[in-house]
C-alpha cells in the first residue's frame, strides 16, 4: 500500500473516531458521568473501573463512591481520546517523515498535535476543577478544533474528492468578484458558527438547557425576565463543585435566550453563504458542499427544537452535539471548496 493512501486512509479513521469522541463526550457530560473518575488519567488509581471495584480503593475520595456505570462511560471516553492521540501523533510523524513530498502539511499536523496536547490539558482540569464551566467549554471547543483540524487536513490531501476536482476545472470560468463574495461569507459563516458551539457549551456547562422549556417563547414569553449580569461571568474560582450549576435560574434563561438569538443569526448567516453558492455563476464545484450546509443547517435547527419540545430527551441532546459537529464539517467543506485552486 502506498504512503498516500495509508495516509488518507488514517486521516479518515481519524475524522471518524474524533466525531465519535466529540459526540461520546456530550454523552458523558449529559449523563452526569464526567466525575464518574475523581481522577486522571486513571479511575481511583486504576486503569479500568473494575481494577478500581476490585481493589476497593475508592476511600481516597471520600463522599464519592464508584458508580460503574458513571465511571465506565467516562473512561470509554478517555481510552477512545488516547486512541486517537496515537493517530494523530503517527500522522505528525508522518508529515514529518514525507515533507519533502509535501503530502501532510506539517504546520498543519503540527497545530493539530498542539490541540490535542491542550486538550489533554483541558481534559485533566475537566476533572479536578470539578466541571469548571470555563474548563467544560474549552475542552467542547478544542475538542470540535481537533475535529475541524483533521477533516481539513483530509480535504487537503492530494487527490481530493471529485467536488473538489470539478471546482479546480471550473475556475477559470467564474467571476472572481462572485468567488470572493463567497468566500467571504462562508468565512463569517465559519467564526458565527464557532461562537455559537461556544454559545452551546457554555449553555451546557451551566445546566441551562432546561431554563426554556417552552418554544418558541421562552418562560412563556418573547423577551424573557433574564439575569445577564451573571450568566457570563466566566470565572467562579476553584474549590467550587460545579455539578448541577452554580447559577440561579434568571442568569441560566438569559445563557438559554441568548444561545437561540446565536442559533437565528448562524441559520441567518450560513443560508446566506450556501444561497450565494448556489445562485452565482461559476462556483458550480462547490454547489454540493453548499446544498450539505443546508441539509446539516435544517438537522440541526430541529434537532434544537424538538429537544426543548420534548422535554430535553438524551437521545435528541446528544444528537444535537453530533448536528453541531456535522454543520461545522459542512461549512469547512464549503469553504475549502470555495479555496481550491
Known amino acids: 500500500m502506498s504512503t ?55 476511600t481516597a475520595f471520600p463522599g464519592q463512591p464508584l458508580e460503574p456505570g458513571k465511571a465506565w462511560r467516562e473512561m470509554i471516553h478517555r481510552y477512545a481520546v488516547g486512541t486517537l492521540s496515537v493517530i494523530i501523533v503517527l500522522l505528525t510523524a508522518l508529515a514529518i517523515s514525507t515533507r519533502r513530498q509535501r503530502v501532510l502539511s506539517v504546520p498543519l499536523a503540527s497545530v493539530l498535535l498542539a490541540t490535542l496536547i491542550m486538550q489533554a490539558a483541558l481534559g485533566m482540569l475537566t476533572v479536578t476543577w470539578r466541571l469548571n464551566p470555563l474548563i467544560v467549554t474549552l475542552h467542547l471547543l478544542f475538542g470540535m478544533t481537533t475535529l475541524a483540524l483533521l477533516w481539513w487536513l483530509l480535504l487537503s490531501l492530494p487527490r481530493g474528492t471529485i467536488a473538489f476536482q470539478v471546482e479546480r476545472r471550473a ?6 468578484r462572485s468567488l470572493t463574495l463567497a468566500r467571504r461569507v462562508a468565512l463569517l459563516g465559519l467564526i458565527v458558527l464557532a461562537l455559537q458551539i461556544a454559545l452551546g457549551g457554555w449553555t451546557s456547562s ?58 437565528l443569526i448562524t441559520t441567518l448567516v450560513l443560508t446566506l453563504a450556501a444561497a450565494l453558492v448556489l445562485r452565482l455563476r461559476g462556483l458550480s464545484g462547490a454547489r454540493l458542499p453548499a446544498a450539505a450546509v443546508l441539509a446539516a443547517l435544517l438537522l440541526q435547527l430541529s434537532l434544537g427544537i424538538s429537544m426543548v419540545m420534548r422535554g430535553f430527551p438524551l437521545a435528541l441532546a446528544t444528537a444535537h452535539t453530533a448536528g453541531a459537529a456535522l454543520l461545522l464539517l459542512a461549512t469547512l467543506a464549503l469553504l475549502r471548496a470555495l479555496s481550491a485552486r
Open 171 to 176: 475556475a477559470s470560468g467564474r467571476s472572481a
Open 206 to 263: 451551566n445546566y441551562a438547557a432546561v431554563a426554556c422549556p417552552d418554544f418558541p417563547t421562552c418562560q412563556n414569553a418573547w423577551w424573557p425576565r433574564s439575569d445577564y449580569r451573571h450568566a457570563f461571568v466566566l470565572w467562579h474560582g476553584l474549590n467550587i463543585d460545579y455539578e448541577g450549576g452554580v447559577l440561579d435560574n434568571a442568569a441560566r434563561v438569559a445563557i438559554h435566550f441568548t444561545h437561540r438569538l446565536g442559533a
Open 4 to 58: 498516500g493512501r495509508s495516509i488518507r486512509r488514517l486521516c479518515i479513521l481519524g475524522v471518524l473516531l474524533c466525531f465519535a469522541v466529540v459526540v461520546l463526550g456530550a454523552y458523558v457530560r449529559l449523563t452526569a458521568a464526567g466525575l464518574g473518575c475523581p481522577d486522571w488519567p486513571g479511575c481511583y488509581g486504576h486503569l479500568t473501573p473494575a481494577g478500581a471495584q476490585a481493589a476497593g480503593s475508592t
